[in-house]
């Protein structure tokens, strides 16, 4: 009996511990850092505009005051190269009465309709990249702590945001936000970096440290990819995926066009109206519409974009509710 009674309890045992396992893994909050909203912005007091001026001599904040918001729109980037008509992608719909333009950003939304899935695309201008900024939810950096993205980006002021990499989920992996970091275990994942040049990089967290990121002037670093075009080719193939997500999802991704000149993407999925996209039919996409470099970052039911107070795409985590998830961080213009 006493035999019995032993792997009773073992068994308990096992089972209990493994439960605490998967809850402080997966649901128990643990905030590392509390008021994390700090920019080390230093980085930014070395960046000339030689630095970031294009290599057709167009600058950023002329191709800005050329975006007129009657006429910024597919076909209107970078001094006239026609990024989005040449690619030979129809859109949907070019939400030109949604554009918005200051002296620092220009942002127009289009959607396109590719791969039985409506795909999401803000076309994106910056004067500097510290207009690139990410947040946390509830400017607390720790683990299992979330909010929408749409909760994140009004508590910032965000004009546009999309959900970022949800690096809360992971135990390990570089996370530089805002020019500080709060994570420096490596990672086997391809690594993001925006420099304060606005340039995108992808990296192995094997070739420096954080501290040499930041020394080099990383002002954001993300640990999830893989990268899906690099040097204008995919890199990724037909049949590589993410974990163990589904071949077609809800798909976030960032992309660079040129100097300051950047393309998110965010694609619906798992629903009726949608399909979803596979890693590789989001990097021909993004090769398409001129994308020199792109990473996709966290997407399932984390996929969502907004924009001036709204969310613009359709988010779903199983296809039977529209509705944001919870997410650990942003990535916004403002």
């Not at 086997?188 to 930041?214: F, P, R």
């Not at 619906?268 to 470099?293: N, P, W």
Request: charged share 20%; with cysteine.
């Amino acid at each position: 009996m006493k035999k019995y009674l032993w792997a009773i309890s073992y068994g308990l045992a096992l089972t209990a511990f493994t439960a605490y396992i998967a809850l402080d893994t997966f649901v128990i909050s643990h905030k590392m850092q509390t008021d994390a909203t700090k920019m080390n912005t230093s980085m930014f007091d070395s960046v000339s505009q030689a630095d970031i001026t294009a290599d057709n001599g167009e600058n950023t904040e002329a191709a800005i005051e050329g975006a007129d918001s009657d006429t910024a729109a597919v076909g209107t980037f970078e001094g006239g190269n026609e990024y989005l008509l040449s690619s030979g992608y129809t859109p949907l719909e070019i939400k030109q009465q949604a554009d918005y333009k200051d002296e620092n950003i220009s942002i127009t939304l289009s959607e396109f309709f590719e791969n039985d899935t409506h795909i999401y695309v803000a076309d994106v201008y910056l004067t500097s990249a510290q207009y690139l900024k990410t947040a946390f939810a509830e400017d607390t950096y720790g683990r299992n702590i979330t909010a929408y993205t749409s909760e994140i980006a009004e508590e910032h002021g965000a004009v546009f945001a999309v959900n970022g990499d949800y690096y809360g989920a992971q135990e390990s992996g570089y996370v530089i936000r805002n020019g500080i970091a709060y994570r420096s275990g490596q990672t086997a994942n391809d690594v993001l970096c925006i420099y304060a040049t606005g340039d995108l990089a992808v990296i192995s967290s094997a070739e420096k440290t954080t501290d040499q990121l930041i020394g080099e002037g990383v002002w954001q670093a993300f640990s999830f990819g893989p990268a899906i075009v690099l040097d204008s080719k995919v890199s990724v193939t037909k049949d590589q995926e993410v974990g163990k997500a589904m071949s077609s999802n809800p798909r976030t991704a960032i992309g660079q066009l040129g100097p300051l000149h950047y393309i998110f993407v965010v694609s619906d999925g798992r629903t009726s109206e949608s399909e979803g996209l596979t890693l590789y039919q989001l990097g021909k996409f993004m090769q398409k519409l001129g994308a020199v470099t792109a990473y996709n970052l966290d997407g399932g039911g984390s996929s969502s974009m907004y924009f001036m107070g709204e969310v613009i795409n359709q988010p779903t985590s199983s296809g039977r509710s529209i509705k944001e998830r919870g997410v650990s961080d942003i990535v916004y213009i403002s």
